[in-house]
């Protein structure tokens, strides 16, 4: 298994980015969109799981607008005013269309690396919002997008997810946390309309007790059980959908 740092270039500056190989070959890729603590060792690690799975992965920062930061301790930075008021400001200040700009240079970024098979998306949280735009605005190259505890997948927003439904053509998966205030059963069955009426092959599926952020290791909230439930999901998901 291996890691390497690399810069890519994008339309607003250059965001850095982890590239994992487990030296098998492979011609699959996937870009797992992190959560709003940024790039760190506990992505790193499911970077890894994916590439052993047999993908090349590329883990982009989409902070990178906001220049250093962090690391965060994720147990506490959302009790902290100081580092929630930062993060939830680097957040806001990275639009949904600034990432949506970044999925063309990721995509690019990842067949130089020697990704010349199918490319799949995986998010977690803010990241699992943003594959679902992705799927969207990249539908003629992304073959798969699954969306982990995902928030705000089908709000009222004008550049909400749900809305790009048509433009989608690979496959989707969305995890959804059951205990999720930013993402309400009346928005599952938003998100399930507009999936189902655009014709794309989905699948919703509710993870009952589990709270936002239960899939990624070093969250407060996580939740072995359902993580390895989420991983055996993703597993076949992308097994199916990238070869």
Sequence with gaps: MSKRDIAIKTADGT???????????ATAGVVLYMDAFGPRPALDGMAERLAAL??????????YRSGAYGPFDTKTAFTNPDTRAQIMGMM??????????DGAAFIDALTKEGASGKIGFVGYCMGGTRVMTAAGAYGERIAAAASIHGGNLASDAPD???LKAPSIKGRVYVGVAGVDQ??????????????????V???????????HGW???DHGVYNATGAERHWKRLTAFFDEALH
Excluded: C, W
């Design 201 to 211: 092959d989905y699948a919703i599926e509710n993870y009952v007790g589990m709270a």
């Design 160 to 162: 909400s997810p749900h």
């Design 215 to 217: 899939a990624v290791p």
């Design 92 to 101: 806001q200040g990275t639009t949904q269309a600034m990432t949506e700009r």
């Design 15 to 25: 965001a850095k980015a982890g590239v994992f190989k487990s030296g098998s070959g």
């Design 54 to 63: 047999g993908y090349l992965v590329l883990v982009p920062d989409l902070f």
């Design 182 to 199: 930013s993402f309400p059963p009346e928005q599952s069955a938003k998100l399930d309309l507009a999936l189902r009426t655009a014709g």
